[in-house]
């Protein structure tokens, strides 16, 4: 299955086409030479639709299998993609491998057309949020400009400028009261949104949350999932990795089902059947249409009872 | 009035009571900043270790002549990268691993004592601290090692915070969080050393520890903490050292008996405000 590409919202902005152009024509300068400068999305090169494309990607730990193996995966531009998976399935890894935070054993990872280490301004990752050391004594202000770093300079301090960018992703968040609160008064939902805002302030066309949901109520979940569309919407490619299928099904453009190699990707309405989330979660899930949302069941006595319905798999 | 103001001068009369207090004004302000770190990366038992560790510095610099000090600051250094490189790698949990390499070290500095028959009273200044017997190379050494610290501190202040914050995220955004793990250790070593012949080995710990733990229940911002912490060790060490000058005991331990004590006020001053320092809070 792969993605459609005329799902993509609006593309990016002119300026975004042309810069990520420039960047695919580093990658692939033979192709460079017959494509003007300022030509968005030009057709004929089908990268430059993605932020990110994943090849044959093999990953683990040392003196394990490898936790994840095989995959292949693509996010467009301008999309929310949402990779679902039951817990060990290799989220974190795959994550991890494609920011180059543990070392692949095999596998191509581009962002933009480009090695990651060279696309690495556009590009935000959001780690699992008890990663992130909230009792450490920074402000709120503090942690979105960290958005703003770009290279190892000494002595380097923040700018006027970079103030000002964080400022405006700290509004986009609606934050902009608590910029001189320490981070760790903050709620859960304050703290995803705090980390978004500094995803926004480095300007990255290309985020990475892993479960950016985990532990907020609904109303919250609403809210943050509010924001990364409006991002989405304004060309920025978003892969969210999370257990919430509701999420993936109600919310994302597009959904991978993720356990240890791909099992189904494309647009979400598609992917997300009975088959593909039994061999995902390896158990019976019911997906129940209800009007324009779709609402999924985990309930072993439903999926007993009604072995009918899901076309006669073998018992999770 | 006047005896107050000559409780007060009176001491400084004395050459050796000027170093110490410049001594404790260089401590105090090294431990201030580097102990921030210390108290909000949960570093405290690798201080304790790397002052510890010292020993085996300092006792083989003694026994083969060289000079004790640099002695101390190699063991400190070593201890450090082996701290830093257990936190990344060793398949032992993280304190354990630190409290085998800390009583190894130090096990090598009784050791090597050892094999001295005779009474040494310039490595037992290192052991309990020796203020008062502070010479100028000491606060030469102090100065130059302090001035390090804070320059390398002040150079990387944005990568220090952000790996301490969020090291994948920094990580992902080419800061080379590995080397900022292990040099924050060694940040901490060196801070150590600074302090050491004036505190000793013992109570070293507590300069790096209690000013910033009680700075961090008033304040919650880390320019205030740092500035509120160096405030608490210079106090603690102006009191401590007139208490030991006119009541005739041990300087260190009086030292870190005010800190103590200054902690007691901070936590009765946060209980009484509530768990959340009102002076921190935004209008929302």
Redesign the interface.
């Known amino acids: 299955m792969t993605p459609t590409l005329g799902a993509t919202r609006n593309g990016g902005t002119a300026a975004d086409a042309a810069s990520a152009d420039a960047g695919e024509r580093m990658g692939e300068p033979i192709s460079a030479l017959h494509v003007p400068a300022r030509e968005p999305l030009a057709p004929e090169h089908p990268h430059d639709e993605y932020a990110l494309v994943v090849r044959d990607l093999a990953a683990g730990y040392p003196g394990h299998p490898p936790a994840i193996d095989g995959i292949n995966l693509r996010v467009p531009r301008g999309e929310l993609v949402g990779l679902i998976g039951p817990n060990g399935a290799g989220k974190s890894t795959l994550f991890?491998a494609i920011?180059?935070?543990i070392k692949p054993i095999r596998g191509e990872v581009l962002a933009f057309g480009q090695p990651i280490a060279r696309a690495?301004e556009q590009?935000?990752?959001?780690?699992q949020i008890e990663?992130?050391?909230w009792?450490?004594?920074?402000?709120v202000l503090?942690?979105v400009l960290?958005g703003r770093?770009?290279?190892?300079r000494?002595?380097?301090?923040?700018t006027r400028a970079d103030r000002d960018a964080a400022m405006t992703a700290l509004d986009r968040v609606q934050l902009t009261?608590?910029?001189?609160?320490?981070?760790?008064?903050l709620s859960g939902g304050q703290r995803r949104r705090v980390l978004t805002a500094?995803a926004i302030a480095r300007g990255a066309r290309l985020l990475l949350l892993d479960e950016p949901f985990a532990g907020l109520d609904a109303a919250v979940q609403h809210d943050l999932i509010e924001i990364l569309d409006q991002l989405a919407r304004d060309g920025t490619a978003i892969l969210v990795a999370t257990h919430d299928l509701s999420c993936v099904a109600n919310s994302c453009d597009e959904a991978i089902c993720l356990n240890g190699r791909v099992i189904a990707q494309g647009p979400s309405a598609e992917v997300l059947t009975a088959e593909v989330l039994t061999e995902t979660f390896q158990r019976h899930l019911l997906s129940v249409p209800r009007q324009d949302t779709v609402r999924i069941v985990a309930d072993e006595l439903a999926a007993g009872g009604r072995r009918d319905l899901l076309g006669g798999g073998d018992g999770g | 009035m006047a005896d107050v103001v000559g409780w007060l001068i009176d001491p400084y009369a004395f050459t050796f009571m000027q170093r110490a207090l410049l001594v404790l004004a260089i401590i105090s302000v090294v431990s201030g900043v580097v102990g921030?770190f210390v108290v909000?990366?949960g570093l405290a038992f690798s201080g304790d270790a790397l002052a510890h560790a010292t020993l085996a510095g300092v006792a083989i610099a003694f026994v083969s002549g060289l000079n004790v000090s640099l002695g101390a600051l190699g063991a400190a250094v070593f201890t450090a990268l082996g701290i830093a490189w257990t936190r990344d790698r060793a398949r032992v949990s993280y304190d354990t691993a630190i409290g085998i390499l800390f009583v190894a070290m130090f096990s090598i500095g009784v050791l090597v004592l050892s094999t001295r028959q005779s009474y040494t009273p310039d490595l037992f200044s290192f052991v309990f601290g020796d203020i008062l017997g502070i010479s100028r190379p000491d606060i030469v050494g102090a100065a130059v090692l302090g001035f390090a610290v804070l320059l390398f501190l002040?150079?990387?202040s944005?990568?220090l915070?952000?790996v301490?914050?969020?090291?994948?995220?920094?990580?992902?955004?080419?800061?080379?969080t590995r080397f900022f793990e292990y040099a924050m250790v060694v940040v901490v070593g060196v801070a150590v050393v600074v302090a050491l012949k004036a505190i000793g080995i013992i109570l070293v710990n507590a300069m790096l520890i209690i000013p910033p733990a009680s700075a961090?229940l008033l304040v919650?911002?880390?320019p205030r903490?740092m500035l509120l912490s160096i405030a608490f060790a210079l106090t603690s060490s102006v009191v401590g050292m007139h208490l030991s000058f006119h009541l005739g005991v041990a300087a260190s331990p009086a030292i870190v008996i005010v800190a103590c004590a200054i902690f007691l006020c901070a936590v009765a001053v946060n209980r009484r405000r509530g768990a959340?320092p009102s002076g921190?809070?935004?209008?929302?």
């Open positions: 991890k920011l180059g935070l690495r590009i935000a990752y959001m780690p990663e992130v050391d009792d450490f004594p920074v402000s503090d942690v960290m770093y770009q290279r190892f000494p002595f380097a301090r923040w009261p608590y910029a001189a609160r320490q981070v760790g008064q500094r | 921030t909000h990366k002040a150079a990387f944005r990568e915070l952000f301490a914050y969020d090291p994948a995220m920094a990580r992902t955004t080419g800061v080379p961090s919650t911002r880390l903490i959340v921190e809070l935004v209008a929302s």
